[in-house]
């Protein structure tokens, strides 16, 4: 099971960081994500990080404001979000990867997801 949180209302300009916790072993194994999901828009990947945290992903659109990390050892990753905007209002969940495996960031498989925690930047 996966478990956010760190969620809140907050001001546009603030920092916020969103923790997730991993239950289960398994999951030291896979890459893990961060995404987020507005009202009336689609799911948006936000941020991903590799089984040993030496590769990580962000879409070029979200590069410099947002980082993730994980601590295996703790079975937690985080998102670490600067300088939020009204714009990043949104529920945000974390994901483990499941099979099919890829390589390929855009296509890997979540299998496993969170219950989602909600992000609110007021202007």
């Known amino acids: 099971q996966l478990v956010e949180s760190g969620g809140g209302l907050v001001q546009a300009g603030d920092s916020l960081r969103l923790s997730c916790s991993a239950a289960?072993?398994?999951?030291?194994?896979?890459?893990m994500g961060w995404f987020r999901q507005a009202p009336g828009k689609e799911r948006e990947f936000v941020a991903g990080?590799?089984?040993?945290?030496?590769?990580?992903y962000y879409p070029d659109s979200l590069k410099g404001r947002f980082t993730i990390t994980r601590d295996n050892a703790m079975n937690r990753i985080w998102l670490q979000i600067n300088n939020l905007v009204p714009e990043d209002t949104a529920v945000y969940y974390c994901?483990?990867?499941?099979?099919?495996?890829?390589?390929?960031?855009?296509?890997?498989?979540?299998?496993?997801w969170g219950q989602g925690t909600q992000v609110t930047v007021s202007s």
């Open positions: 990080i590799s089984w040993n945290g030496e590769n990580t």
């Open positions: 289960g072993r398994r999951f030291l194994l896979y890459a």
């Open positions: 994901a483990a990867e499941g099979p099919p495996f890829s390589d390929d960031w855009l296509t890997k498989t979540w299998g496993s």
